[in-house]
């Protein structure tokens, strides 16, 4: 007797969770003619998913028979007797079905976030970024708390004399899109924080590479807007200042983010980055 090698539970529990990979053929097609990972799988991905499936009259039934029964002396895979092909068939298609679900799920679970919008409007006006047109833009936007923000944007509250003056937010899904407002009393720039997995829009200006203070980002080239857009860990960061001579913009950006540190001289910005690799032995 032929012992089938079943996929490891480990491995069918990430399946659920994160979907199974393009280059998973052989165990896509193991599920196919296995009974007993096909009904793991299935039950892991209704946990993962929290969903439900109604299953075709009798199949669940038919697995647990199936399951119970002695073991035959020749090797075979799936469902014996006439009933074999109909149950494994809809057992595949229970699985194609979750996988279809689970990958769009995870499309529509992708924030998307329109900052050509915004750039087109201060162009367009001539206006600097400020917190009144902000909220007209992102209208769908509401006030949030200000630990909060700072906490999960890393973001400093003060630099360069540029305080927080306010902090909303724009929630889509389970992300947060963090939009930050620091001004002087002539001034202003707005910083606007994103999940690393967001799509962010920038309309149809270009970007070229750029290095502020040891910060490598993108610069949009834009003709009134000083506009820069780094990422970092788990965040995409976009910095927007009308431009002027006064400041500069790619210095406060990277001081607004911690990139610079000037008491302990190395970069803050750096030490988060490889902190915990420079702690091992």
Excluded at 107 to 113: D, G, I, K, L
């Amino acid at each position: 007797m032929v012992e089938i090698a079943h996929i490891a539970p480990e491995l069918l529990s990430r399946y659920a969770a994160e979907g199974l990979p393009a280059d998973a053929h052989r165990d896509l097609k193991h599920l196919a003619k296995c009974a007993t990972c096909a009904e793991l799988y299935v039950q892991l991905t209704m946990k993962s998913a929290s969903l439900r499936v109604a299953a075709p009259e009798g199949l669940w039934s038919g697995i647990q028979t199936h399951l119970h029964q002695p073991s035959s002396s020749s090797p075979r895979l799936g469902f014996a007797g006439p009933w074999g092909f109909v149950l494994t068939s809809s057992l595949a298609l229970i699985l194609v079905a979750f996988l279809a679900v689970e990958r769009w799920s995870l499309r529509r679970a992708v924030p998307r976030v329109d900052v050509g919008q915004y750039i087109a409007v201060l162009e367009k006006t001539s206006a600097a970024p400020s917190a009144a047109n902000l909220r007209q833009t992102f209208s769908a936007s509401v006030a949030y708390d200000r630990d909060a923000a700072l906490r999960e944007t890393g973001m400093r509250a003060q630099a360069q004399g540029y305080g927080l003056a306010e902090q909303r937010v724009l929630h889509a899904g389970r992300a947060n899109i963090i939009q930050l407002v620091y001004g002087t009393p002539q001034d202003a720039a707005v910083v606007i924080v994103a999940p690393r997995a967001a799509t962010l829009s920038l309309g149809n200006y270009h970007l070229v590479a750029a290095d502020i203070a040891g910060l490598h980002c993108k610069r949009v080239q834009c003709p009134r807007q000083d506009i820069f857009w780094s990422t970092l860990r788990q965040h995409q960061y976009v910095f927007i200042r009308r431009r002027n001579s006064a400041t500069d913009s790619g210095r406060l950006f990277a001081d607004l983010l911690g990139a610079r540190d000037q008491t302990a001289g190395q970069p803050t910005l750096w030490r988060r980055l490889i902190g915990s690799s420079a702690r091992k032995p």
